[in-house]
């Protein structure tokens, strides 16, 4: 059977990314929280991290693609029980209607055929699994630890259990407190209407497959099993029959091949709102592979958080800027709750940007519901790269 493989460009390519990601949102109507809901079951994850130095990441990336977002939103669906804590390719809140497809890394897990960061030790966990059994839900800071605590992120053994339990599928997280997770079985969280099926070898792949397509626009095997051990094989496999049968097709971009779900160049011709501009969270699900926005976007980025203060380019926690269907700039910054200030400690922009006025308007705009989400009423900025820019950007 023949095949073909269409050539588009990169600004195509971006496009696609952009609305598939729901970047830059619509206007947003109906209920928030449903909403916010739709966000996640089109995403497929977000991430959670635990950098404050502005809004949390999760509460960030949702905010991002519903401005009517609001931070109990997510308090509110783990609580009713469609939303549910579990690891993507790192910690996130996934859709409970996914919750099949955890089960091959949690079997995994349990069955010893997939490593855990931390070490097995089944009486502790057969102890700690005995007192949420009958005492009910608990928090690690529940159970009494006066010894040395363990491993690289010195973590005191029950909360090492506790982690273990959850991962491999006996503990979920029913709700949090101040951000401390809450540990119950998994029987007593769980709703009673979920299926839990666990999906064959080939079936998992095609959620694989369709879930990042839908979310993300195009994209490639590597991309669709970023951080997930054994699948890439079966994902490379299923990959060449879907496009056998037509469900999937080939592009090329800049030489790069990538797939694309049929209904993905439909959205060439769908508006693409690129006056808006948005802030990222580092942790945002367009950024979250590195590489990958390095090949589409041009953009080299790094979060600079892990490197050394004196060897920073750009900052603690700089944060993308999406503008114009382009990533054009990055905003290192902060927000100082106590006294209500946004503080821009170094807002760097890429030599792509040539609409310096345009830019600033939409920056600007953007960056009033920015500090209103961050609980700010104030902004000051330390530092632009060009230099220029500085004065553009005090009288916007």
């Not at 792949?205 to 195009?218: E, H, K, M, S």
């Not at 940007?353 to 000051?380: R, T, Y």
């Amino acid at each position: 059977m023949s095949r073909t493989t269409t050539e588009i460009s990169k600004q195509q390519a971006r496009k696609i990314v952009l609305l598939s990601q729901k970047l830059p949102p619509t206007k947003s109507t109906g209920n928030a929280l449903a909403n916010t809901l739709s966000a996640i079951e089109h995403l497929g994850y977000i991430q959670i991290d635990t950098i404050s130095a502005i809004q949390r990441a999760h509460h960030h990336t949702l905010w991002n693609r519903n401005p009517r977002y609001k931070t109990s939103h997510l308090g509110q669906l783990v609580e009713n029980k469609t939303v549910f804590e579990y690891w993507s390719h790192a910690a996130a809140y996934l859709p409970m209607r996914d919750y099949r497809f955890t089960l091959p890394r949690k079997y995994a897990i349990a069955n010893g055929h997939q490593n855990h960061w931390y070490k097995r030790n089944v009486p502790l966990m057969r102890s700690v699994l005995k007192r949420i059994a009958t005492e009910g839900p608990l928090m690690a800071k529940d159970f009494e630890h006066t010894g040395k605590k363990l491993g690289e992120w010195k973590t005191k053994p029950a909360k090492q259990a506790l982690e273990y339990l959850f991962m491999q599928g006996d503990l979920m997280i029913p709700y949090r407190v101040n951000f401390h997770k809450v540990y119950d079985l998994t029987e007593r969280v769980l709703p009673e209407d979920v299926n839990t099926a666990v999906p064959s070898t080939t079936e998992y792949a095609r959620f694989l497959i369709i879930q990042y397509l839908r979310a993300n626009g195009l994209g490639q095997a590597k991309e669709m099993v970023y951080l997930l051990k054994n699948t890439k094989a079966v994902v490379l496999t299923v990959i060449q029959e879907m496009v056998e049968h037509k469900e999937l097709e080939e592009v090329e971009v800049a030489g790069n091949l990538y797939y694309v779900l049929p209904s993905a160049l439909e959205l060439l011709k769908k508006p693409l709102a690129r006056n808006k501009l948005k802030i990222l969270s580092p942790f945002d699900n367009l950024l979250i592979q590195r590489k990958r926005i390095v090949s589409l976007f041009d953009f080299d980025y790094l979060l600079e958080c892990y490197t050394p203060e004196a060897k920073r380019q750009y900052g603690y926690f700089s944060l993308p800027i999406l503008w114009d269907g382009k990533l054009v700039a990055r905003m290192d910054c902060k927000a100082d709750r106590k006294n209500n200030l946004l503080q821009i400690h170094h807002l760097a922009l890429e030599p792509k940007i040539v609409k310096f006025d345009a830019f600033a308007h939409a920056l600007g705009k953007e960056l009033n519901a920015f500090m209103v989400f961050n609980g700010c009423s104030k902004l000051q900025c330390s530092k632009t790269s060009p230099e220029s820019f500085k004065s553009m950007l005090e009288n916007i």
